[in-house]
């Protein structure tokens, strides 16, 4: 038979107890997280969401008590009346905040059983977990776990601190439709069919872009919104089909004023876990950025540049690096210090990673104590590869990991190499905290399949003046098309610790400019009314200049926790695959709402 709760009120939660409170007749509720008979003493470790407190219950206190503590078992809920004590000597547990003391138990209510967990909540830290599905069909159970606790409460506090900054700075929180219209963020939508309109259909947002844009031109001056987006893609292994970002929009702003917003609100909200960046990031541009760390978001908390050895290797007789040369392409290392004792297997290990990224093999050449060995040895010969090793800055007992290609595929390959090589190495202080602002994005990207230029962020975003002319005469000189391949926007990101945490861009607030840039990417003028007509019949009633930014939730909240799952800080996410095992979706739906929809699945 189970107790009821009745009038009873919890005095304290289960994480405040403390050597000051002996003495003090408490009430406690919560969860047995583990129990242990002793036959005349009973141990309970009661669990809520502030920790974990030991209750006793012992025969000479409370006979009563003692025969109800035999039925509990794990994860029953009850609430226990008591007395404070300070622990026996030797009994402390340092592990617990509350491992000073412990409760006396008067009285226990069983308020609930529970049938016997799935799986265990948390036995040795996050190592031991259950797998994740697991766990996300039980989320609630899983939810219990004091990391998730922690983790969502983090997500809580970050959100609030977010909005207390951006309110400070005399922004507006203005929310817009979840039921929307396709939205340019180069993602497939997800639709909804309209019962009213049959065979018409709205889409989610991708993201706010155009609504925020408008905002601006409704003179709403300063916009925020924690947004929710949804974009339909393939999953990587860090991403969801939705999830929240702070979207912002400003006018009359440059990218400098941008940057002071995304500067102040990531400090503050940093500050949250006790670290301080700096008031004013360091900026780098993306073609710095690729050129040194083969990324636009690049882990400054470690060294490791990329070098490059085109230069050294010109002229070569070698034919795999004379015809990357002839290509265009070029050759790069990266310098692992002190790894002169690479294996044979470790080094093939690092070349099948690097083939993942597109290379086609990994050259390496190792400075040992008593001689050099090389890959490229009997090619090249002894100085040419002295050479090398100087230009790649390595020196005895480093080993020199050098990659040829195409440039894009030697930047991702060698990039990726960096970082793994640096988790292998544990050359990652993982105390650091190292922010960066990526500027002068390209502004088109060559897809290469259909040859066409796609927007590398979306078609709002302005050119850089500088690049002005140029983006006119790609545009309007067929032969000169190519150059569209350079010109930079002002478009950038803002990244902490290799993760983009944030991104955006100064928009164009000109028609002409819009419509050139419609054009670059292909849209004839009649498939641009059709899509953005509304926002092009906006734009000539007065738009001031504008820009912003879009920042991730997950992404600020898994650098705050200090995980790189995404699931980790979403109290209820989706599998990889899009799924959600809790509850089943996505799922069939009655064959009468399809009728009503107009739809026929087939
Ligand atoms: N709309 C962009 C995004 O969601 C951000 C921005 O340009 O403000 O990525």
């Given at each position: 038979m189970l107790d009821r709760l009745g009038n009873l009120e919890r005095?304290?939660?289960?994480g405040e107890l403390r050597?000051?409170?002996?003495g003090e007749k408490v009430v406690l509720m919560g969860w047995v997280a583990k129990k242990r008979d002793f036959g005349v003493l009973t141990f309970i470790d009661l669990r809520d969401r502030e920790g974990i407190t030991q209750i006793v219950i012992s025969e000479e206190t409370d006979l009563v008590a003692h025969e109800k503590a035999k039925i509990v078992r794990g994860e029953y809920v009850v609430a226990v009346t008591g007395e404070v004590f300070s622990r026996a000597?030797?009994?402390?547990?340092?592990?617990?905040?509350?491992?000073d003391i412990e409760i006396h138990v008067h009285e226990i209510l069983i308020l609930n059983d529970a049938k016997?967990?799935?799986?265990?909540?948390?036995?040795?830290?996050?190592?031991?977990?259950?797998s994740e599905d697991l766990r996300l069909k039980y989320r609630y159970l899983d939810l219990r776990r004091p990391t998730l606790q922690h983790n969502i409460r983090m997500r809580a506090k970050a959100v609030r601190e977010i909005r207390t900054f951006m309110d400070g700075l005399g922004f507006t929180e203005i929310e817009t439709p979840i039921l929307l219209k396709s939205t340019p963020e180069g993602a497939r939508d997800f639709i909804v069919p309209s019962r009213i309109h049959s065979g018409k259909f709205f889409a989610l947002p991708q993201s706010p872009q155009i609504l925020k844009q408008i905002c601006m031109i409704a003179g709403l001056d300063k916009y925020y919104q924690i947004a929710r987006c949804f974009r339909d893609e393939?999953?990587?292994?860090?991403?969801?089909?939705e999830f929240t970002q702070l979207d912002v929009e400003m006018s009359f702003a440059n990218q400098e004023m941008v940057f002071r917003v995304i500067e102040g609100m990531f400090n503050s909200v940093l500050r949250l876990i006790g670290v301080e960046l700096p008031a004013q990031w360091p900026r780098m541009t993306y073609a710095e950025a690729m050129r040194r760390y083969?990324?636009?978001?690049?882990?400054?908390?470690?060294e490791m540049e990329l070098q490059d050895l085109t230069a050294n290797l010109?002229?070569?007789?070698?034919a795999p690096f004379a015809s990357v040369i002839e290509a265009g392409g070029e050759i790069k290392a990266i310098t692992v210090k002190?790894?002169?004792?690479?294996?044979r297997k470790q080094l093939d290990e690092l070349q099948e990673f690097a083939k993942r990224y597109g290379a086609g093999a990994l050259a390496w050449i190792k400075i040992g104590e008593a001689e050099t060995t090389s890959s490229l040895l009997k090619v090249l010969g002894e100085e040419k590869i002295g050479e090398l090793a100087n230009a790649a800055g390595a020196e005895k007992g480093d080993a020199v990991l050098i990659i040829a290609g195409r440039k894009p595929v030697v930047a991702a390959s060698l990039g990726a190499l960096r970082i793994e090589v640096a988790k292998r190495e544990n050359?990652?202080?993982?105390t650091a905290y190292k922010p960066l602002l990526v500027t002068e994005f390209p502004m088109f990207e060559l897809?290469?399949?259909?040859?066409h230029y796609m927007a590398a962020h979306h078609p709002f975003t302005s050119p850089m003046d500088e690049d002005l002319e140029m983006f006119r005469i790609a545009i309007e000189d067929e032969s000169q098309h190519h150059l569209l391949g350079n010109v930079r926007a002002k478009a950038y990101d803002a990244v902490i610790n290799g993760y983009e945490c944030a991104g955006g861009s100064i928009r164009i607030h000109q028609k002409e400019i819009q419509a050139l840039n419609f054009k670059a990417l292909g849209l004839t003028p009649e498939t641009a009314r059709e899509r953005f007509g509304f926002f092009l019949d906006a734009l000539e009633f007065g738009t001031p200049p504008h820009g912003g930014f879009a920042a991730g939730i997950e992404r600020t909240c898994m650098i705050l926790c200090g995980t790189?799952?995404?699931?980790?800080?979403?109290?209820f996410p989706k599998t990889a695959?899009?799924?959600?095992l809790m509850m089943d979706s996505p799922g069939n739906v009655d064959p009468h709402q399809l009728d009503e929809l107009g739809i026929k699945v087939v």
């Open positions: 005095t304290h939660t289960c050597e000051s409170n002996v000597e030797g009994t402390h547990n340092k592990k617990l905040a509350t491992g016997t967990l799935p799986f265990e909540l948390e036995k040795a830290g996050s190592q031991n977990l259950a393939d999953l990587r292994a860090d991403r969801q089909p083969g990324s636009d978001k690049p882990d400054l908390r470690f010109a002229g070569t007789d070698f002190g790894k002169a004792d690479y294996s050359l990652i202080d993982r897809d290469e399949e259909s040859g790189e799952n995404i699931r980790d800080v979403m109290a695959s899009a799924q959600d």
